[in-house]
Nanobody, 115 residues
Framework: VQLVESGGGLVQPGGSLRLSCAASGFTFSSYGMSWYRQAPGKERELVAGITSDGSSTNYADSVKDRFTISRDNAKNTVYLQMNSLKPEDTAVYFC?????????WGQGTQVTVSS
C-alpha cells in the first residue's frame, strides 16, 4: 500500500488549495478514504471521509461548508478541496486508509495559511 499526498503549500487567508492523495497497492474502489490533519503541538484529527463509491461524505464541524472531499476511482485518487482557508487550518494533512483493521498513512503535505 502506498499513499502519496500532494498539493500543499503557503496560501493567504481566504485562499484555496486542492490536495490530492494518489493510492496504489490495493483495490482503491473498494475502500473508504479519509483526510486527517495535525497542527504543531496538537493531536491528529479527522477532517473528512468518503465512502468507497463516493456516495457519502462526512466532515469535521470546523471545515464544513469550506472543504469538499471527493474521489476519482479511475485515477485511484482522493481529493480535498479547501476554500476560505483560515490560519487555524495550518497543519500537515494526511490521507488515511483503514483496511482489514490496519491503518495506512501517507507522508503528509504541509498547508500553511498566513498573510
Amino acid at each position: 500500500v502506498q499513499l502519496v499526498e500532494s498539493g500543499g503549500g503557503l496560501v493567504q487567508p481566504g485562499g484555496s488549495l486542492r490536495l490530492s492523495c494518489a493510492a496504489s497497492g490495493f483495490t482503491f474502489s473498494s475502500y473508504g478514504m479519509s483526510w486527517y490533519r495535525q497542527a504543531p503541538g496538537k493531536e491528529r484529527e479527522l477532517v473528512a471521509g468518503i465512502t468507497s463509491d463516493g456516495s457519502s461524505t462526512n466532515y469535521a464541524d470546523s471545515v464544513k461548508d469550506r472543504f469538499t472531499i471527493s474521489r476519482d476511482n479511475a485515477k485511484n485518487t482522493v481529493y480535498l478541496q479547501m476554500n476560505s482557508l483560515k490560519p487555524e487550518d495550518t497543519a500537515v494533512y494526511f490521507c488515511r486508509l483503514n483496511r482489514w483493521s490496519l491503518v495506512y498513512w501517507g507522508q503528509g503535505t504541509q498547508v500553511t495559511v498566513s498573510s
